[in-house]
T-cell receptor, first 112, second 110 residues
Framework: NAGVTQTPKFQVLKTGQSMTLQCAQDMNHEYMSWYRQDPGMGLRLIHYSVGAGITDQGEVPNGYNVSRSTTEDFPLRLLSAAPSQTSVYFC???????????FGSGTRLTVV | GQQLNQSPQSMFIQEGEDVSMNCTSSSIFNTWLWYKQDPGEGPVLLIALYKAGELTSNGRLTAQFGITRKDSFLNISASIPSDVGIYFCAGRSGNTPLVFGKGTRLSVIA
């Protein structure tokens, strides 16, 4: 019973590099989302998806891309990393219309 | 966009004391949720509230869905060291994504 799995747990990037943060869930949840957590800012929504092939922007989407080709996976791509993207990233999932999200354990990203 | 104001930002309390925190919204929600985040982990759902006026308990935790639908409260009774962490409120209306407060950081002094 893995729940929501995020990889990697830690990552250091140089400015301008690209990378993909992976998120997978095994609960057959339709809804998946990405949040970033910064000190004093709480959790801010980057992108979300209500099902395979459907994605939408959240509050802070600039600099990030997503796609949802399967129900299980929802990767987050950083196109050209910037120091402002240094943060802890959380993936979350739920049944569509479900009341509570299940969160992964996070990816701590540092851009130097 | 929707805004959630969560207070206080941080609390330092003695073990055994009761704790109260609250969240207010600029718009009406039909669901209020409270999460706790331990260091190095993702948030975990504590309590979900679905109806205005609803009062729900989970062990030493009690949360209420405000009658105006624009606020919610979380109380922790007889705090213990493992209550340390960040508590987040979250709300939603319809099937929109959850909106989170900025969190209340709780420290418990033994």
């Amino acid at each position: 019973n893995a729940g929501v799995t995020q990889t990697p747990k830690f990552q250091v990037l140089k400015t301008g590099q690209s990378m993909t943060l992976q998120c997978a869930q095994d609960m057959n949840h339709e809804y998946m989302s990405w949040y970033r957590q910064d000190p004093g800012m709480g959790l801010r929504l980057i992108h979300y998806s209500v099902g395979a092939g459907i994605t939408d922007q959240g509050e802070v989407p600039n600099g990030y891309n997503v796609s949802r080709s399967t129900t299980e996976d929802f990767p987050l791509r950083l196109l050209s990393a910037a120091p402002s993207q240094t943060s802890v990233y959380f993936c979350a999932s739920s049944y569509f219309g479900g009341y509570g999200y299940t969160f992964g354990s996070g990816t701590r990203l540092t851009v130097v | 966009g929707q805004q959630l104001n969560q207070s206080p930002q941080s609390m330092f309390i003695q073990e055994g004391e009761d704790v109260s925190m609250n969240c207010t919204s600029s718009s009406i929600f039909n669901t209020w949720l409270w999460y706790k985040q331990d260091p190095g982990e993702g948030p975990v759902l504590l309590i979900a509230l679905y109806k205005a006026g609803e009062l729900t308990s989970n062990g030493r935790l009690t949360a209420q869905f405000g009658i105006t639908r624009k606020d919610s409260f979380l109380n922790i009774s007889a705090s213990i060291p493992s209550d340390v962490g960040i508590y987040f409120c979250a709300g939603r209306s319809g099937n929109t994504p959850l909106v989170f407060g900025k969190g209340t950081r709780l420290s418990v002094i033994a």
